[in-house]
């Protein structure tokens, strides 16, 4: 059965970073694009970033520069380093695995940006 954990949010001030990591178990994420999305209080899920099967990255403009996806393949794991957080980015991240016709979903990691 495919699970995906993510870990790594908090409250950081503005400016701040955060890492935060999607951990698999029952599938290997290195043969699958993986995505990032968040949902901020009131508002849409968004797409945040995704990196394909073969490494290629994409990102939303609002978090272009600021934001990369990586994968380590040994650990299963994928990445998402936040660096000078501002409050917008305020909202629950989730780690997204669409695999065949299913689309697997972690439970997401609250990240709060606040003075």
């Known amino acids: 059965q495919v699970q995906l954990v993510e870990s790594g949010g908090g409250l950081v001030q503005p400016g701040g970073s955060l890492r935060l990591s999607c951990a698999a178990s029952?599938?290997?994420?290195?043969?699958?694009?993986m995505r990032w999305y968040r949902q901020a209080p009131g508002k849409e899920r968004e797409l945040v970033a995704r990196i394909s099967s073969g490494g290629g990255t994409y990102y939303a403009d609002s978090v272009k520069g600021r934001f990369t996806i990586w994968r380590e393949n040994a650990k299963n794991t994928v990445y998402l380093q936040m660096n000078s957080l501002k409050p917008e980015d305020t909202a629950v991240y989730f780690c997204?695995?669409?695999?065949?016709?299913?689309?697997?979903w972690g439970k997401g990691t609250l990240v709060t940006v606040s003075s």
């Open positions: 997204n695995a669409p695999i065949g016709a299913m689309d697997f």
């Open positions: 029952g599938v290997t994420l290195r043969t699958y694009h």
